[in-house]
């Protein structure tokens, strides 16, 4: 997957640049609006942009209305200031918002929720069906791990698939037991491929 990331601190951009290289991505890193707008009308395009919410020219969000409407790529808001109105916004206009990431694991599991996104949208099989399919997922656990793995919250699967979030948990619960795993981000990670790739 090629990928941009935006963000201001150098030292989290050569971190992320590193891991995300090692894990087989082409990852370009930049520090301010201006250089993401030139990098954004780049002739390949990106499959996926991680964009920090505060840079020392704009704010981020700012940048990602400003995305070309015709690259189909996977967009996240990250910040460390992450409030329920930001997330909502970008939720209107499609974009992935989350906290930034602190742990390799979770930049993995973040790149993989793009990644999953951008195939979603294609109508691609996506690994994440595929590693499904091997732990005898029910469709209904397969639907909770594909909307989790974009980003939503429990509350908002059970709204989203009109069950009760108890429901959801249940399902989570279920798909801890068959694959052996716990926590969300870990099967998230697995199930997107990420485990396989550290």
Do not use: Y
């Not at 707008?37 to 996926?48: C, G, I, V, Y």
């Not at 979770?106 to 099989?125: S, W």
């Amino acid at each position: 997957m090629r990928i941009l990331i935006v963000d201001d601190e150098q030292r989290i951009c050569k971190s992320w640049r590193n891991l995300l290289t090692r894990a087989g991505h082409d990852v370009g890193t930049c520090g301010t609006v201006k250089q993401a707008e030139r990098m954004l009308r780049d002739q390949t395009p990106w499959d996926a942009v991680m964009i920090d919410m505060l840079l020392e020219d704009g704010d981020g969000r700012d940048l990602i209305q400003r995305v070309p409407a015709d690259r189909r790529m996977g967009v996240a808001l990250i910040t460390g200031h992450l409030e329920a109105a930001h997330v909502l916004q970008m939720q209107a206009l499609g974009v992935l918002a989350c906290p930034k990431p602190t742990t390799a694991e979770e930049v993995l599991a973040l790149c993989d929720m793009l990644n999953h996104r951008q195939n979603a949208k294609r109508g691609a099989p996506t690994r994440l069906m595929t590693w499904a399919a091997g732990f005898r997922l029910s469709p209904a656990e397969t639907t909770v791990l594909e909307l989790g793995a974009a980003g939503l919250t429990n509350g908002d699967i059970a709204q989203k698939i009109q069950r009760s979030k108890h429901t959801v948990d249940t399902h989570w619960q279920r798909i801890f037991d068959k694959c052996g795993l716990r926590g969300r981000a870990s099967v998230i990670a697995a199930a997107s491929g990420a485990s396989n790739r550290a």
